[in-house]
């Protein structure tokens, strides 16, 4: 394996405008959403550097590459690729100290924007001695292999190695040579990750144990598979954070989908649905408008963070707070169309900076999510007639199964992900087999229905706020951060003091055998 | 997946007397020995039906075919192949009662073969009112991929997928379907396994945990990886297993290699060679012969059983102890290499049939185990000047990896199996994260050495027999059984009934709640 330094190029992130919508067409349900499983979406993948702030100081790094194995699980000559990772051992107090090693779980994009909006991680670094490693997940940002983006998604047998296991893997050779080449053997390894990036690091819990000491899974929905949780989950979730906003703006919302589609119908309708919505290029079909009016909300509830943020997008403190308060704000006369377009706005151009707005700016369309989407991570997703303010949908395999054939010559597995890394009786199995973990939700995330939000043993725990949104305990804290964040953190900080000192005690104790 | 029933083809076994050495050229080293890990060897891979013996009356099984991916870690599109696998239902409860499914992790050959020589499953499994199911491990007997063993074995391509995680997820995959089949989710599932079959069944707690209730590993050298135990541990104990029967035998076997190596360099010295040890064809090199002997005295020790066996060839009981009255009781005068001939007819030819020795009935010369051996299961093997009866030989990677590279065109990955499944920190590992394993392990097997020898915590534990050989706990009983082992069989039976009882118990407050 050979690795090549890169001299330190500091960039920071901004993230494009720019609104990708993963168009998929449902001939039979024309006015369904596209209801594949959201993470970050494209933002990961297109988050882009901007030069006009500067990163926190406290994030220096160098960017490397280290040679991984397409297939861990196989012995077919295939090409090697350059894993990226970033690296910071600035404060780090060396083997000798058995200083700590931190190590992100890369998930669905760029790395740099991953670290950059992992803020905790830089943060306690200092405090624990801790050398800090972000490695980035294979196929996103420049890991890629067949050497380039545009080779390596160019079809089903170039996409083939992205997978959840191959990742752990990759996790798992990255950190034995990494210990090998710091002389670190003994140095304990803390994982952290949030979203996907949380599934990872819980799973590598289960299945390497012996890599590392503990994992800070962050929103980590390892439970949004099969039957485990309902599907009408998610979009409950995220309807639900609008309801508590005000009801008002919830029934808008839910009106407001037929709305768009009477509309649509008309006469000239897609016309004026494009001047409503102040569209760039003229609206096609409503299921266009849907399922961007969609990701915005989904989204919204994601980010609904309890201060100003740019996560995905620019946005306010208590985003969805403000797009209710235009939504339901309106002089009396103002149309569904336009309540909800001025909700949207938020979202989508809260900086003003817009001029009009791109349904679709990707007509490549191959994300490496999608493809996760459609391959292992088939999470069924509903929308209830009853809770949801979606227009109804109800999960259907087939269908998907048909999409996902259609667009990337692959058939899902549906049951694998429960297969490799249990689910069912994931209680059972964390209790019995799991240790040091730390599965945080907030439960505002729409995402933390998939998640574990009970305490499952002393040393696999759940914490859960009640204000909090997808992995804001991940995120640098500000001055504006509240209370019960400030305690969360200290929280974390504490389980992550006690297993490591745990295992300095265990290893000296084997030192004195 | 889709499976294919067999007609019921009852089949016994038998084992060719045909001795199947793998001929290795070490250029460098002459006279070194062919010191790859030695489980089985060819003997599994050849077994043959027999028609003289009916098999015991409690073998009662039917033959299936479940459809297996090729790859289970990518979306490569690659033919399924079919695994085999047998099952008998003869004595389950059934899903009702949770009966019990019994699992043997098929290792390097024909599961029928392993089936036949694992009675203790099948004594024990009405007791349990167990299902028994004996999956074989892909590309051995009949799972092959690519529609043959010729096409499966052309080369490196087509072996890629040979690798012990694939057999793990096959495994996985097969009880989800089985338990699915059965409506017996909620039935728990035993682990069991011999040899490699047993270190897949440790494996497999540690990787799958949420998939099986326990395991009984019998034999397992699962430590025996780059440094953790000495590489001359194997060698060392097949010598002890003489040293213990007499000093006199190891001294003429540690003095016949130059004996054979001198009488090689004279002239007609191979003829004498051929003629002196009765072989078909005539001795080309002396290495064939040392390597024909070496392989006597590694498989005598591993089935150094206590009464009559035929599990690899028909052998009396205790047979070192035939071996060695053979080599030390000649006439005075008896040459050293007529003791040894004498000695090594006790393994090759006990019931006198053999007319003469083939050294290598196989000219392809490509096992599965081979394979094996040169990507995964690097086993570092040496012999020590000062303790070993062979010949010295230190561990030489550099060489291996040319053997592997020129034989199949495939550059092992030594430090693979810890990265994958931990090793050097087990104990920690399996005390943190594993339960109920059994470690079973002879003192008599030379893999003892590289097994798991210590209690681990309350649930993983060891079980060392002074007296046993390779996972002689695993066979069915005889009325020549010592105590010991019936005790320790009696041991493994009560604590597979703690494992299953606290499974119901669980299974029942989870019900209750």
Chains 1, 2 share one sequence.
Not at 221 to 242: C, G, H, K, R
């Amino acid at each position: 394996m050979e690795e090549h330094r890169l001299s330190l190029r500091m960039s920071t992130l901004v993230f494009t405008l720019s609104i990708i919508i993963i168009v998929l067409s449902y001939p039979a349900q024309p006015l369904a959403l596209n209801h594949s499983p959201k993470f970050l979406g494209k933002f990961a993948a297109t988050a882009r550097t901007h030069s006009n702030s500067e990163p926190p100081p406290q994030f220096h790094y160098e960017k490397r590459y280290f040679q991984q194995r397409l297939d861990h699980f196989s012995f077919s000559e295939l090409p090697t690729f350059p894993q990226r990772y970033l690296i910071s051992t600035e404060h780090w107090v060396g083997p000798h100290r058995l200083g700590p090693i931190f190590f992100y779980c890369g998930n669905e994009g760029d790395i740099e924007w991953f670290a950059q909006n992992t803020g905790f991680v830089w943060e306690i670094a200092p405090r624990f001695g801790a050398m800090v490693v972000f490695p980035e997940h294979r196929y996103y940002g420049e890991s890629v292999p067949y050497g380039s983006a545009e080779e390596a998604y160019k079809n089903a047998t170039t996409l083939s190695y992205l997978t959840a296991e191959q990742a752990l893997a990759d996790f798992s050779v990255l950190i034995t040579y990494l210990k090998h080449n710091y002389s670190a053997k003994d140095c304990p390894v803390v994982l952290f990750g949030g979203s996907y990036g949380g599934m990872l690091a819980a799973w590598m819990r289960l299945k390497y144990p012996h890599i590392a000491v503990g994992a800070l899974a962050s929103s980590a929905p390892i439970l949004q598979f099969e039957d485990i949780v309902p599907p009408e989950t998610f979009y409950d979730l995220v309807s639900n954070a609008f309801k508590r906003e005000s009801f008002t703006c919830f029934n808008y919302i839910k009106q407001s989908w037929n709305e768009i589609a009477s509309t649509g119908q008309t006469n000239n309708g897609l016309e004026l649905l494009t001047k409503t919505f102040n569209l760039c290029q003229k609206l096609k079909r409503t299921k266009d408008l849907y399922d961007w009016a969609e990701a915005a909300y989904s989204y919204l509830a994601m980010v609904n963070y309890p201060y100003p943020a740019e996560f995905m997008m620019t946005l306010p403190e208590h985003p969805i707070r403000e797009v209710c308060r235009r939504i339901d704000g309106g002089p009396a006369g103002t149309s569904i169309l336009e309540r909800i377009y001025e909700g949207v706005n938020v979202y989508y151009n809260y900086t003003g900076e817009a001029k009009c707005f791109e349904l679709d700016d990707d007509p490549h369309g191959m994300s490496g999510w999608e493809w996760q989407a459609c391959t292992e991570m088939v999470m069924p997703m509903s929308s209830s007639q009853e809770s949801s303010m979606f227009p109804p949908y109800e999960y259907n395999y087939t269908s998907i199964q048909a999409e996902c054939l259609k667009k990337f010559g692959v058939k899902p597995r549906p049951r694998w992900i429960t297969t490799e890394f249990g689910g069912h009786d994931i209680h059972a199995t964390l209790k019995k087999f799991g240790s040091n973990i730390i599965f945080s939700n907030g439960l505002l995330d729409p995402w933390s229905g998939g998640g574990v939000l009970q305490n499952i043993s002393e040393s696999v725990v759940s914490l859960v706020t009640e204000e909090g949104a997808h992995h804001i305990d991940l995120r640098s804290s500000t001055k504006n951060d509240p209370d019960w964040l400030v305690e969360q953190r200290e929280t974390e900080i504490k389980l992550i003091e006690g297993w490591i000192s745990d295992y300095h005690q265990k290893n000296e104790a084997m030192f004195d055998m």
